[in-house]
């Protein structure tokens, strides 16, 4: 398995500018997960999806930030415009609900570093 | 609501000595928890996880994990640090089934080690 996949690695861009970052999350996982991390605030979750369907966006700083996810093997993280203190790595990360649990391993992306300048 | 606290922010050990990293959580039932590492530049590694059933959990690279119920903790420990464990590791908890998390786990804001030679 090929494990979660992101895109771009790496995204260097000026203020006012749209970002639009990647992912596939792993083959047959049903729920995805949008993190940032700073040295300020940690590890933050944005927005996480179950089928596709959004669940709790309530992470996400404000409408200036987006996310869909269109089919199971696709979702994208929108910033528009974007500013300097949007600075961060951006994670996704998925997961399989086991029968049974509603909580099972979340297998992480290898990040999204963006810088806003 | 769930929470994760690790009380140390950074730990340094030297190479071969035992570590014990603490991790308290906050859950009104018996949770899910993980234990997660990232190396610089990485994304973040599942190390272990409890669910159910021996509380004493052992996972990748020699380390191994503790429940404790009536310490609501989760201490990571490994008997002899390696140079390589240098990282940043991260507690998490996760709701129990029939819930609807859809999976959601909180985070700790992560302890990094420093291993010295």
């Known amino acids: 398995d090929a494990g979660v996949i992101q895109s771009p690695r790496h995204e260097v861009t000026e203020m006012g500018q749209e970002v639009t970052l990647r992912c596939k999350p792993i083959s047959g996982h049903n729920s995805l997960f949008w993190y940032r991390q700073t040295m300020m605030r940690g590890l933050e979750l944005l927005i996480y999806f179950n089928n596709n369907v959004p669940i709790d966006d309530s992470g996400m700083p404000e409408d200036r930030f987006s996310a869909k996810m269109p089919n199971a093997s696709f979702s994208t993280l929108k910033i528009q415009p974007s500013e300097p203190r949007d600075s961060a790595v951006y994670f996704c990360?998925?997961?399989?609900?086991?029968?049974?649990?509603?909580?099972?391993?979340?297998?992480f992306g290898p990040g999204t570093r963006l810088t806003v300048l | 609501a769930q929470s994760v606290t690790q009380p140390d922010i950074h730990i340094t050990v030297s190479e071969g000595a035992s570590l014990e990293l603490r991790c308290n959580y906050s859950y009104g039932a018996t949770p899910y928890l993980f234990w997660y590492v990232q190396s610089p530049g990485q994304g973040l590694q599942l190390l272990l996880k409890?669910?159910?059933?021996?509380?004493l959990v052992q996972g990748i690279k020699g380390f191994e994990a503790e429940f404790k119920r009536s310490q609501s903790s989760f201490n990571l420990r490994k008997p002899s640090v390696h140079w390589s464990d240098a990282a940043e590791y991260f507690c998490a908890v996760g709701a129990r089934a029939g819930g609807t998390s859809y999976g959601k786990l909180t985070f700790g804001q992560g302890t990094i080690l420093t291993v010295h030679p």
């Open positions: 409890y669910f159910s059933g021996d509380t």
């Open positions: 990360a998925s997961s399989s609900k086991l029968q049974g649990l509603s909580t099972d391993t979340q297998y």
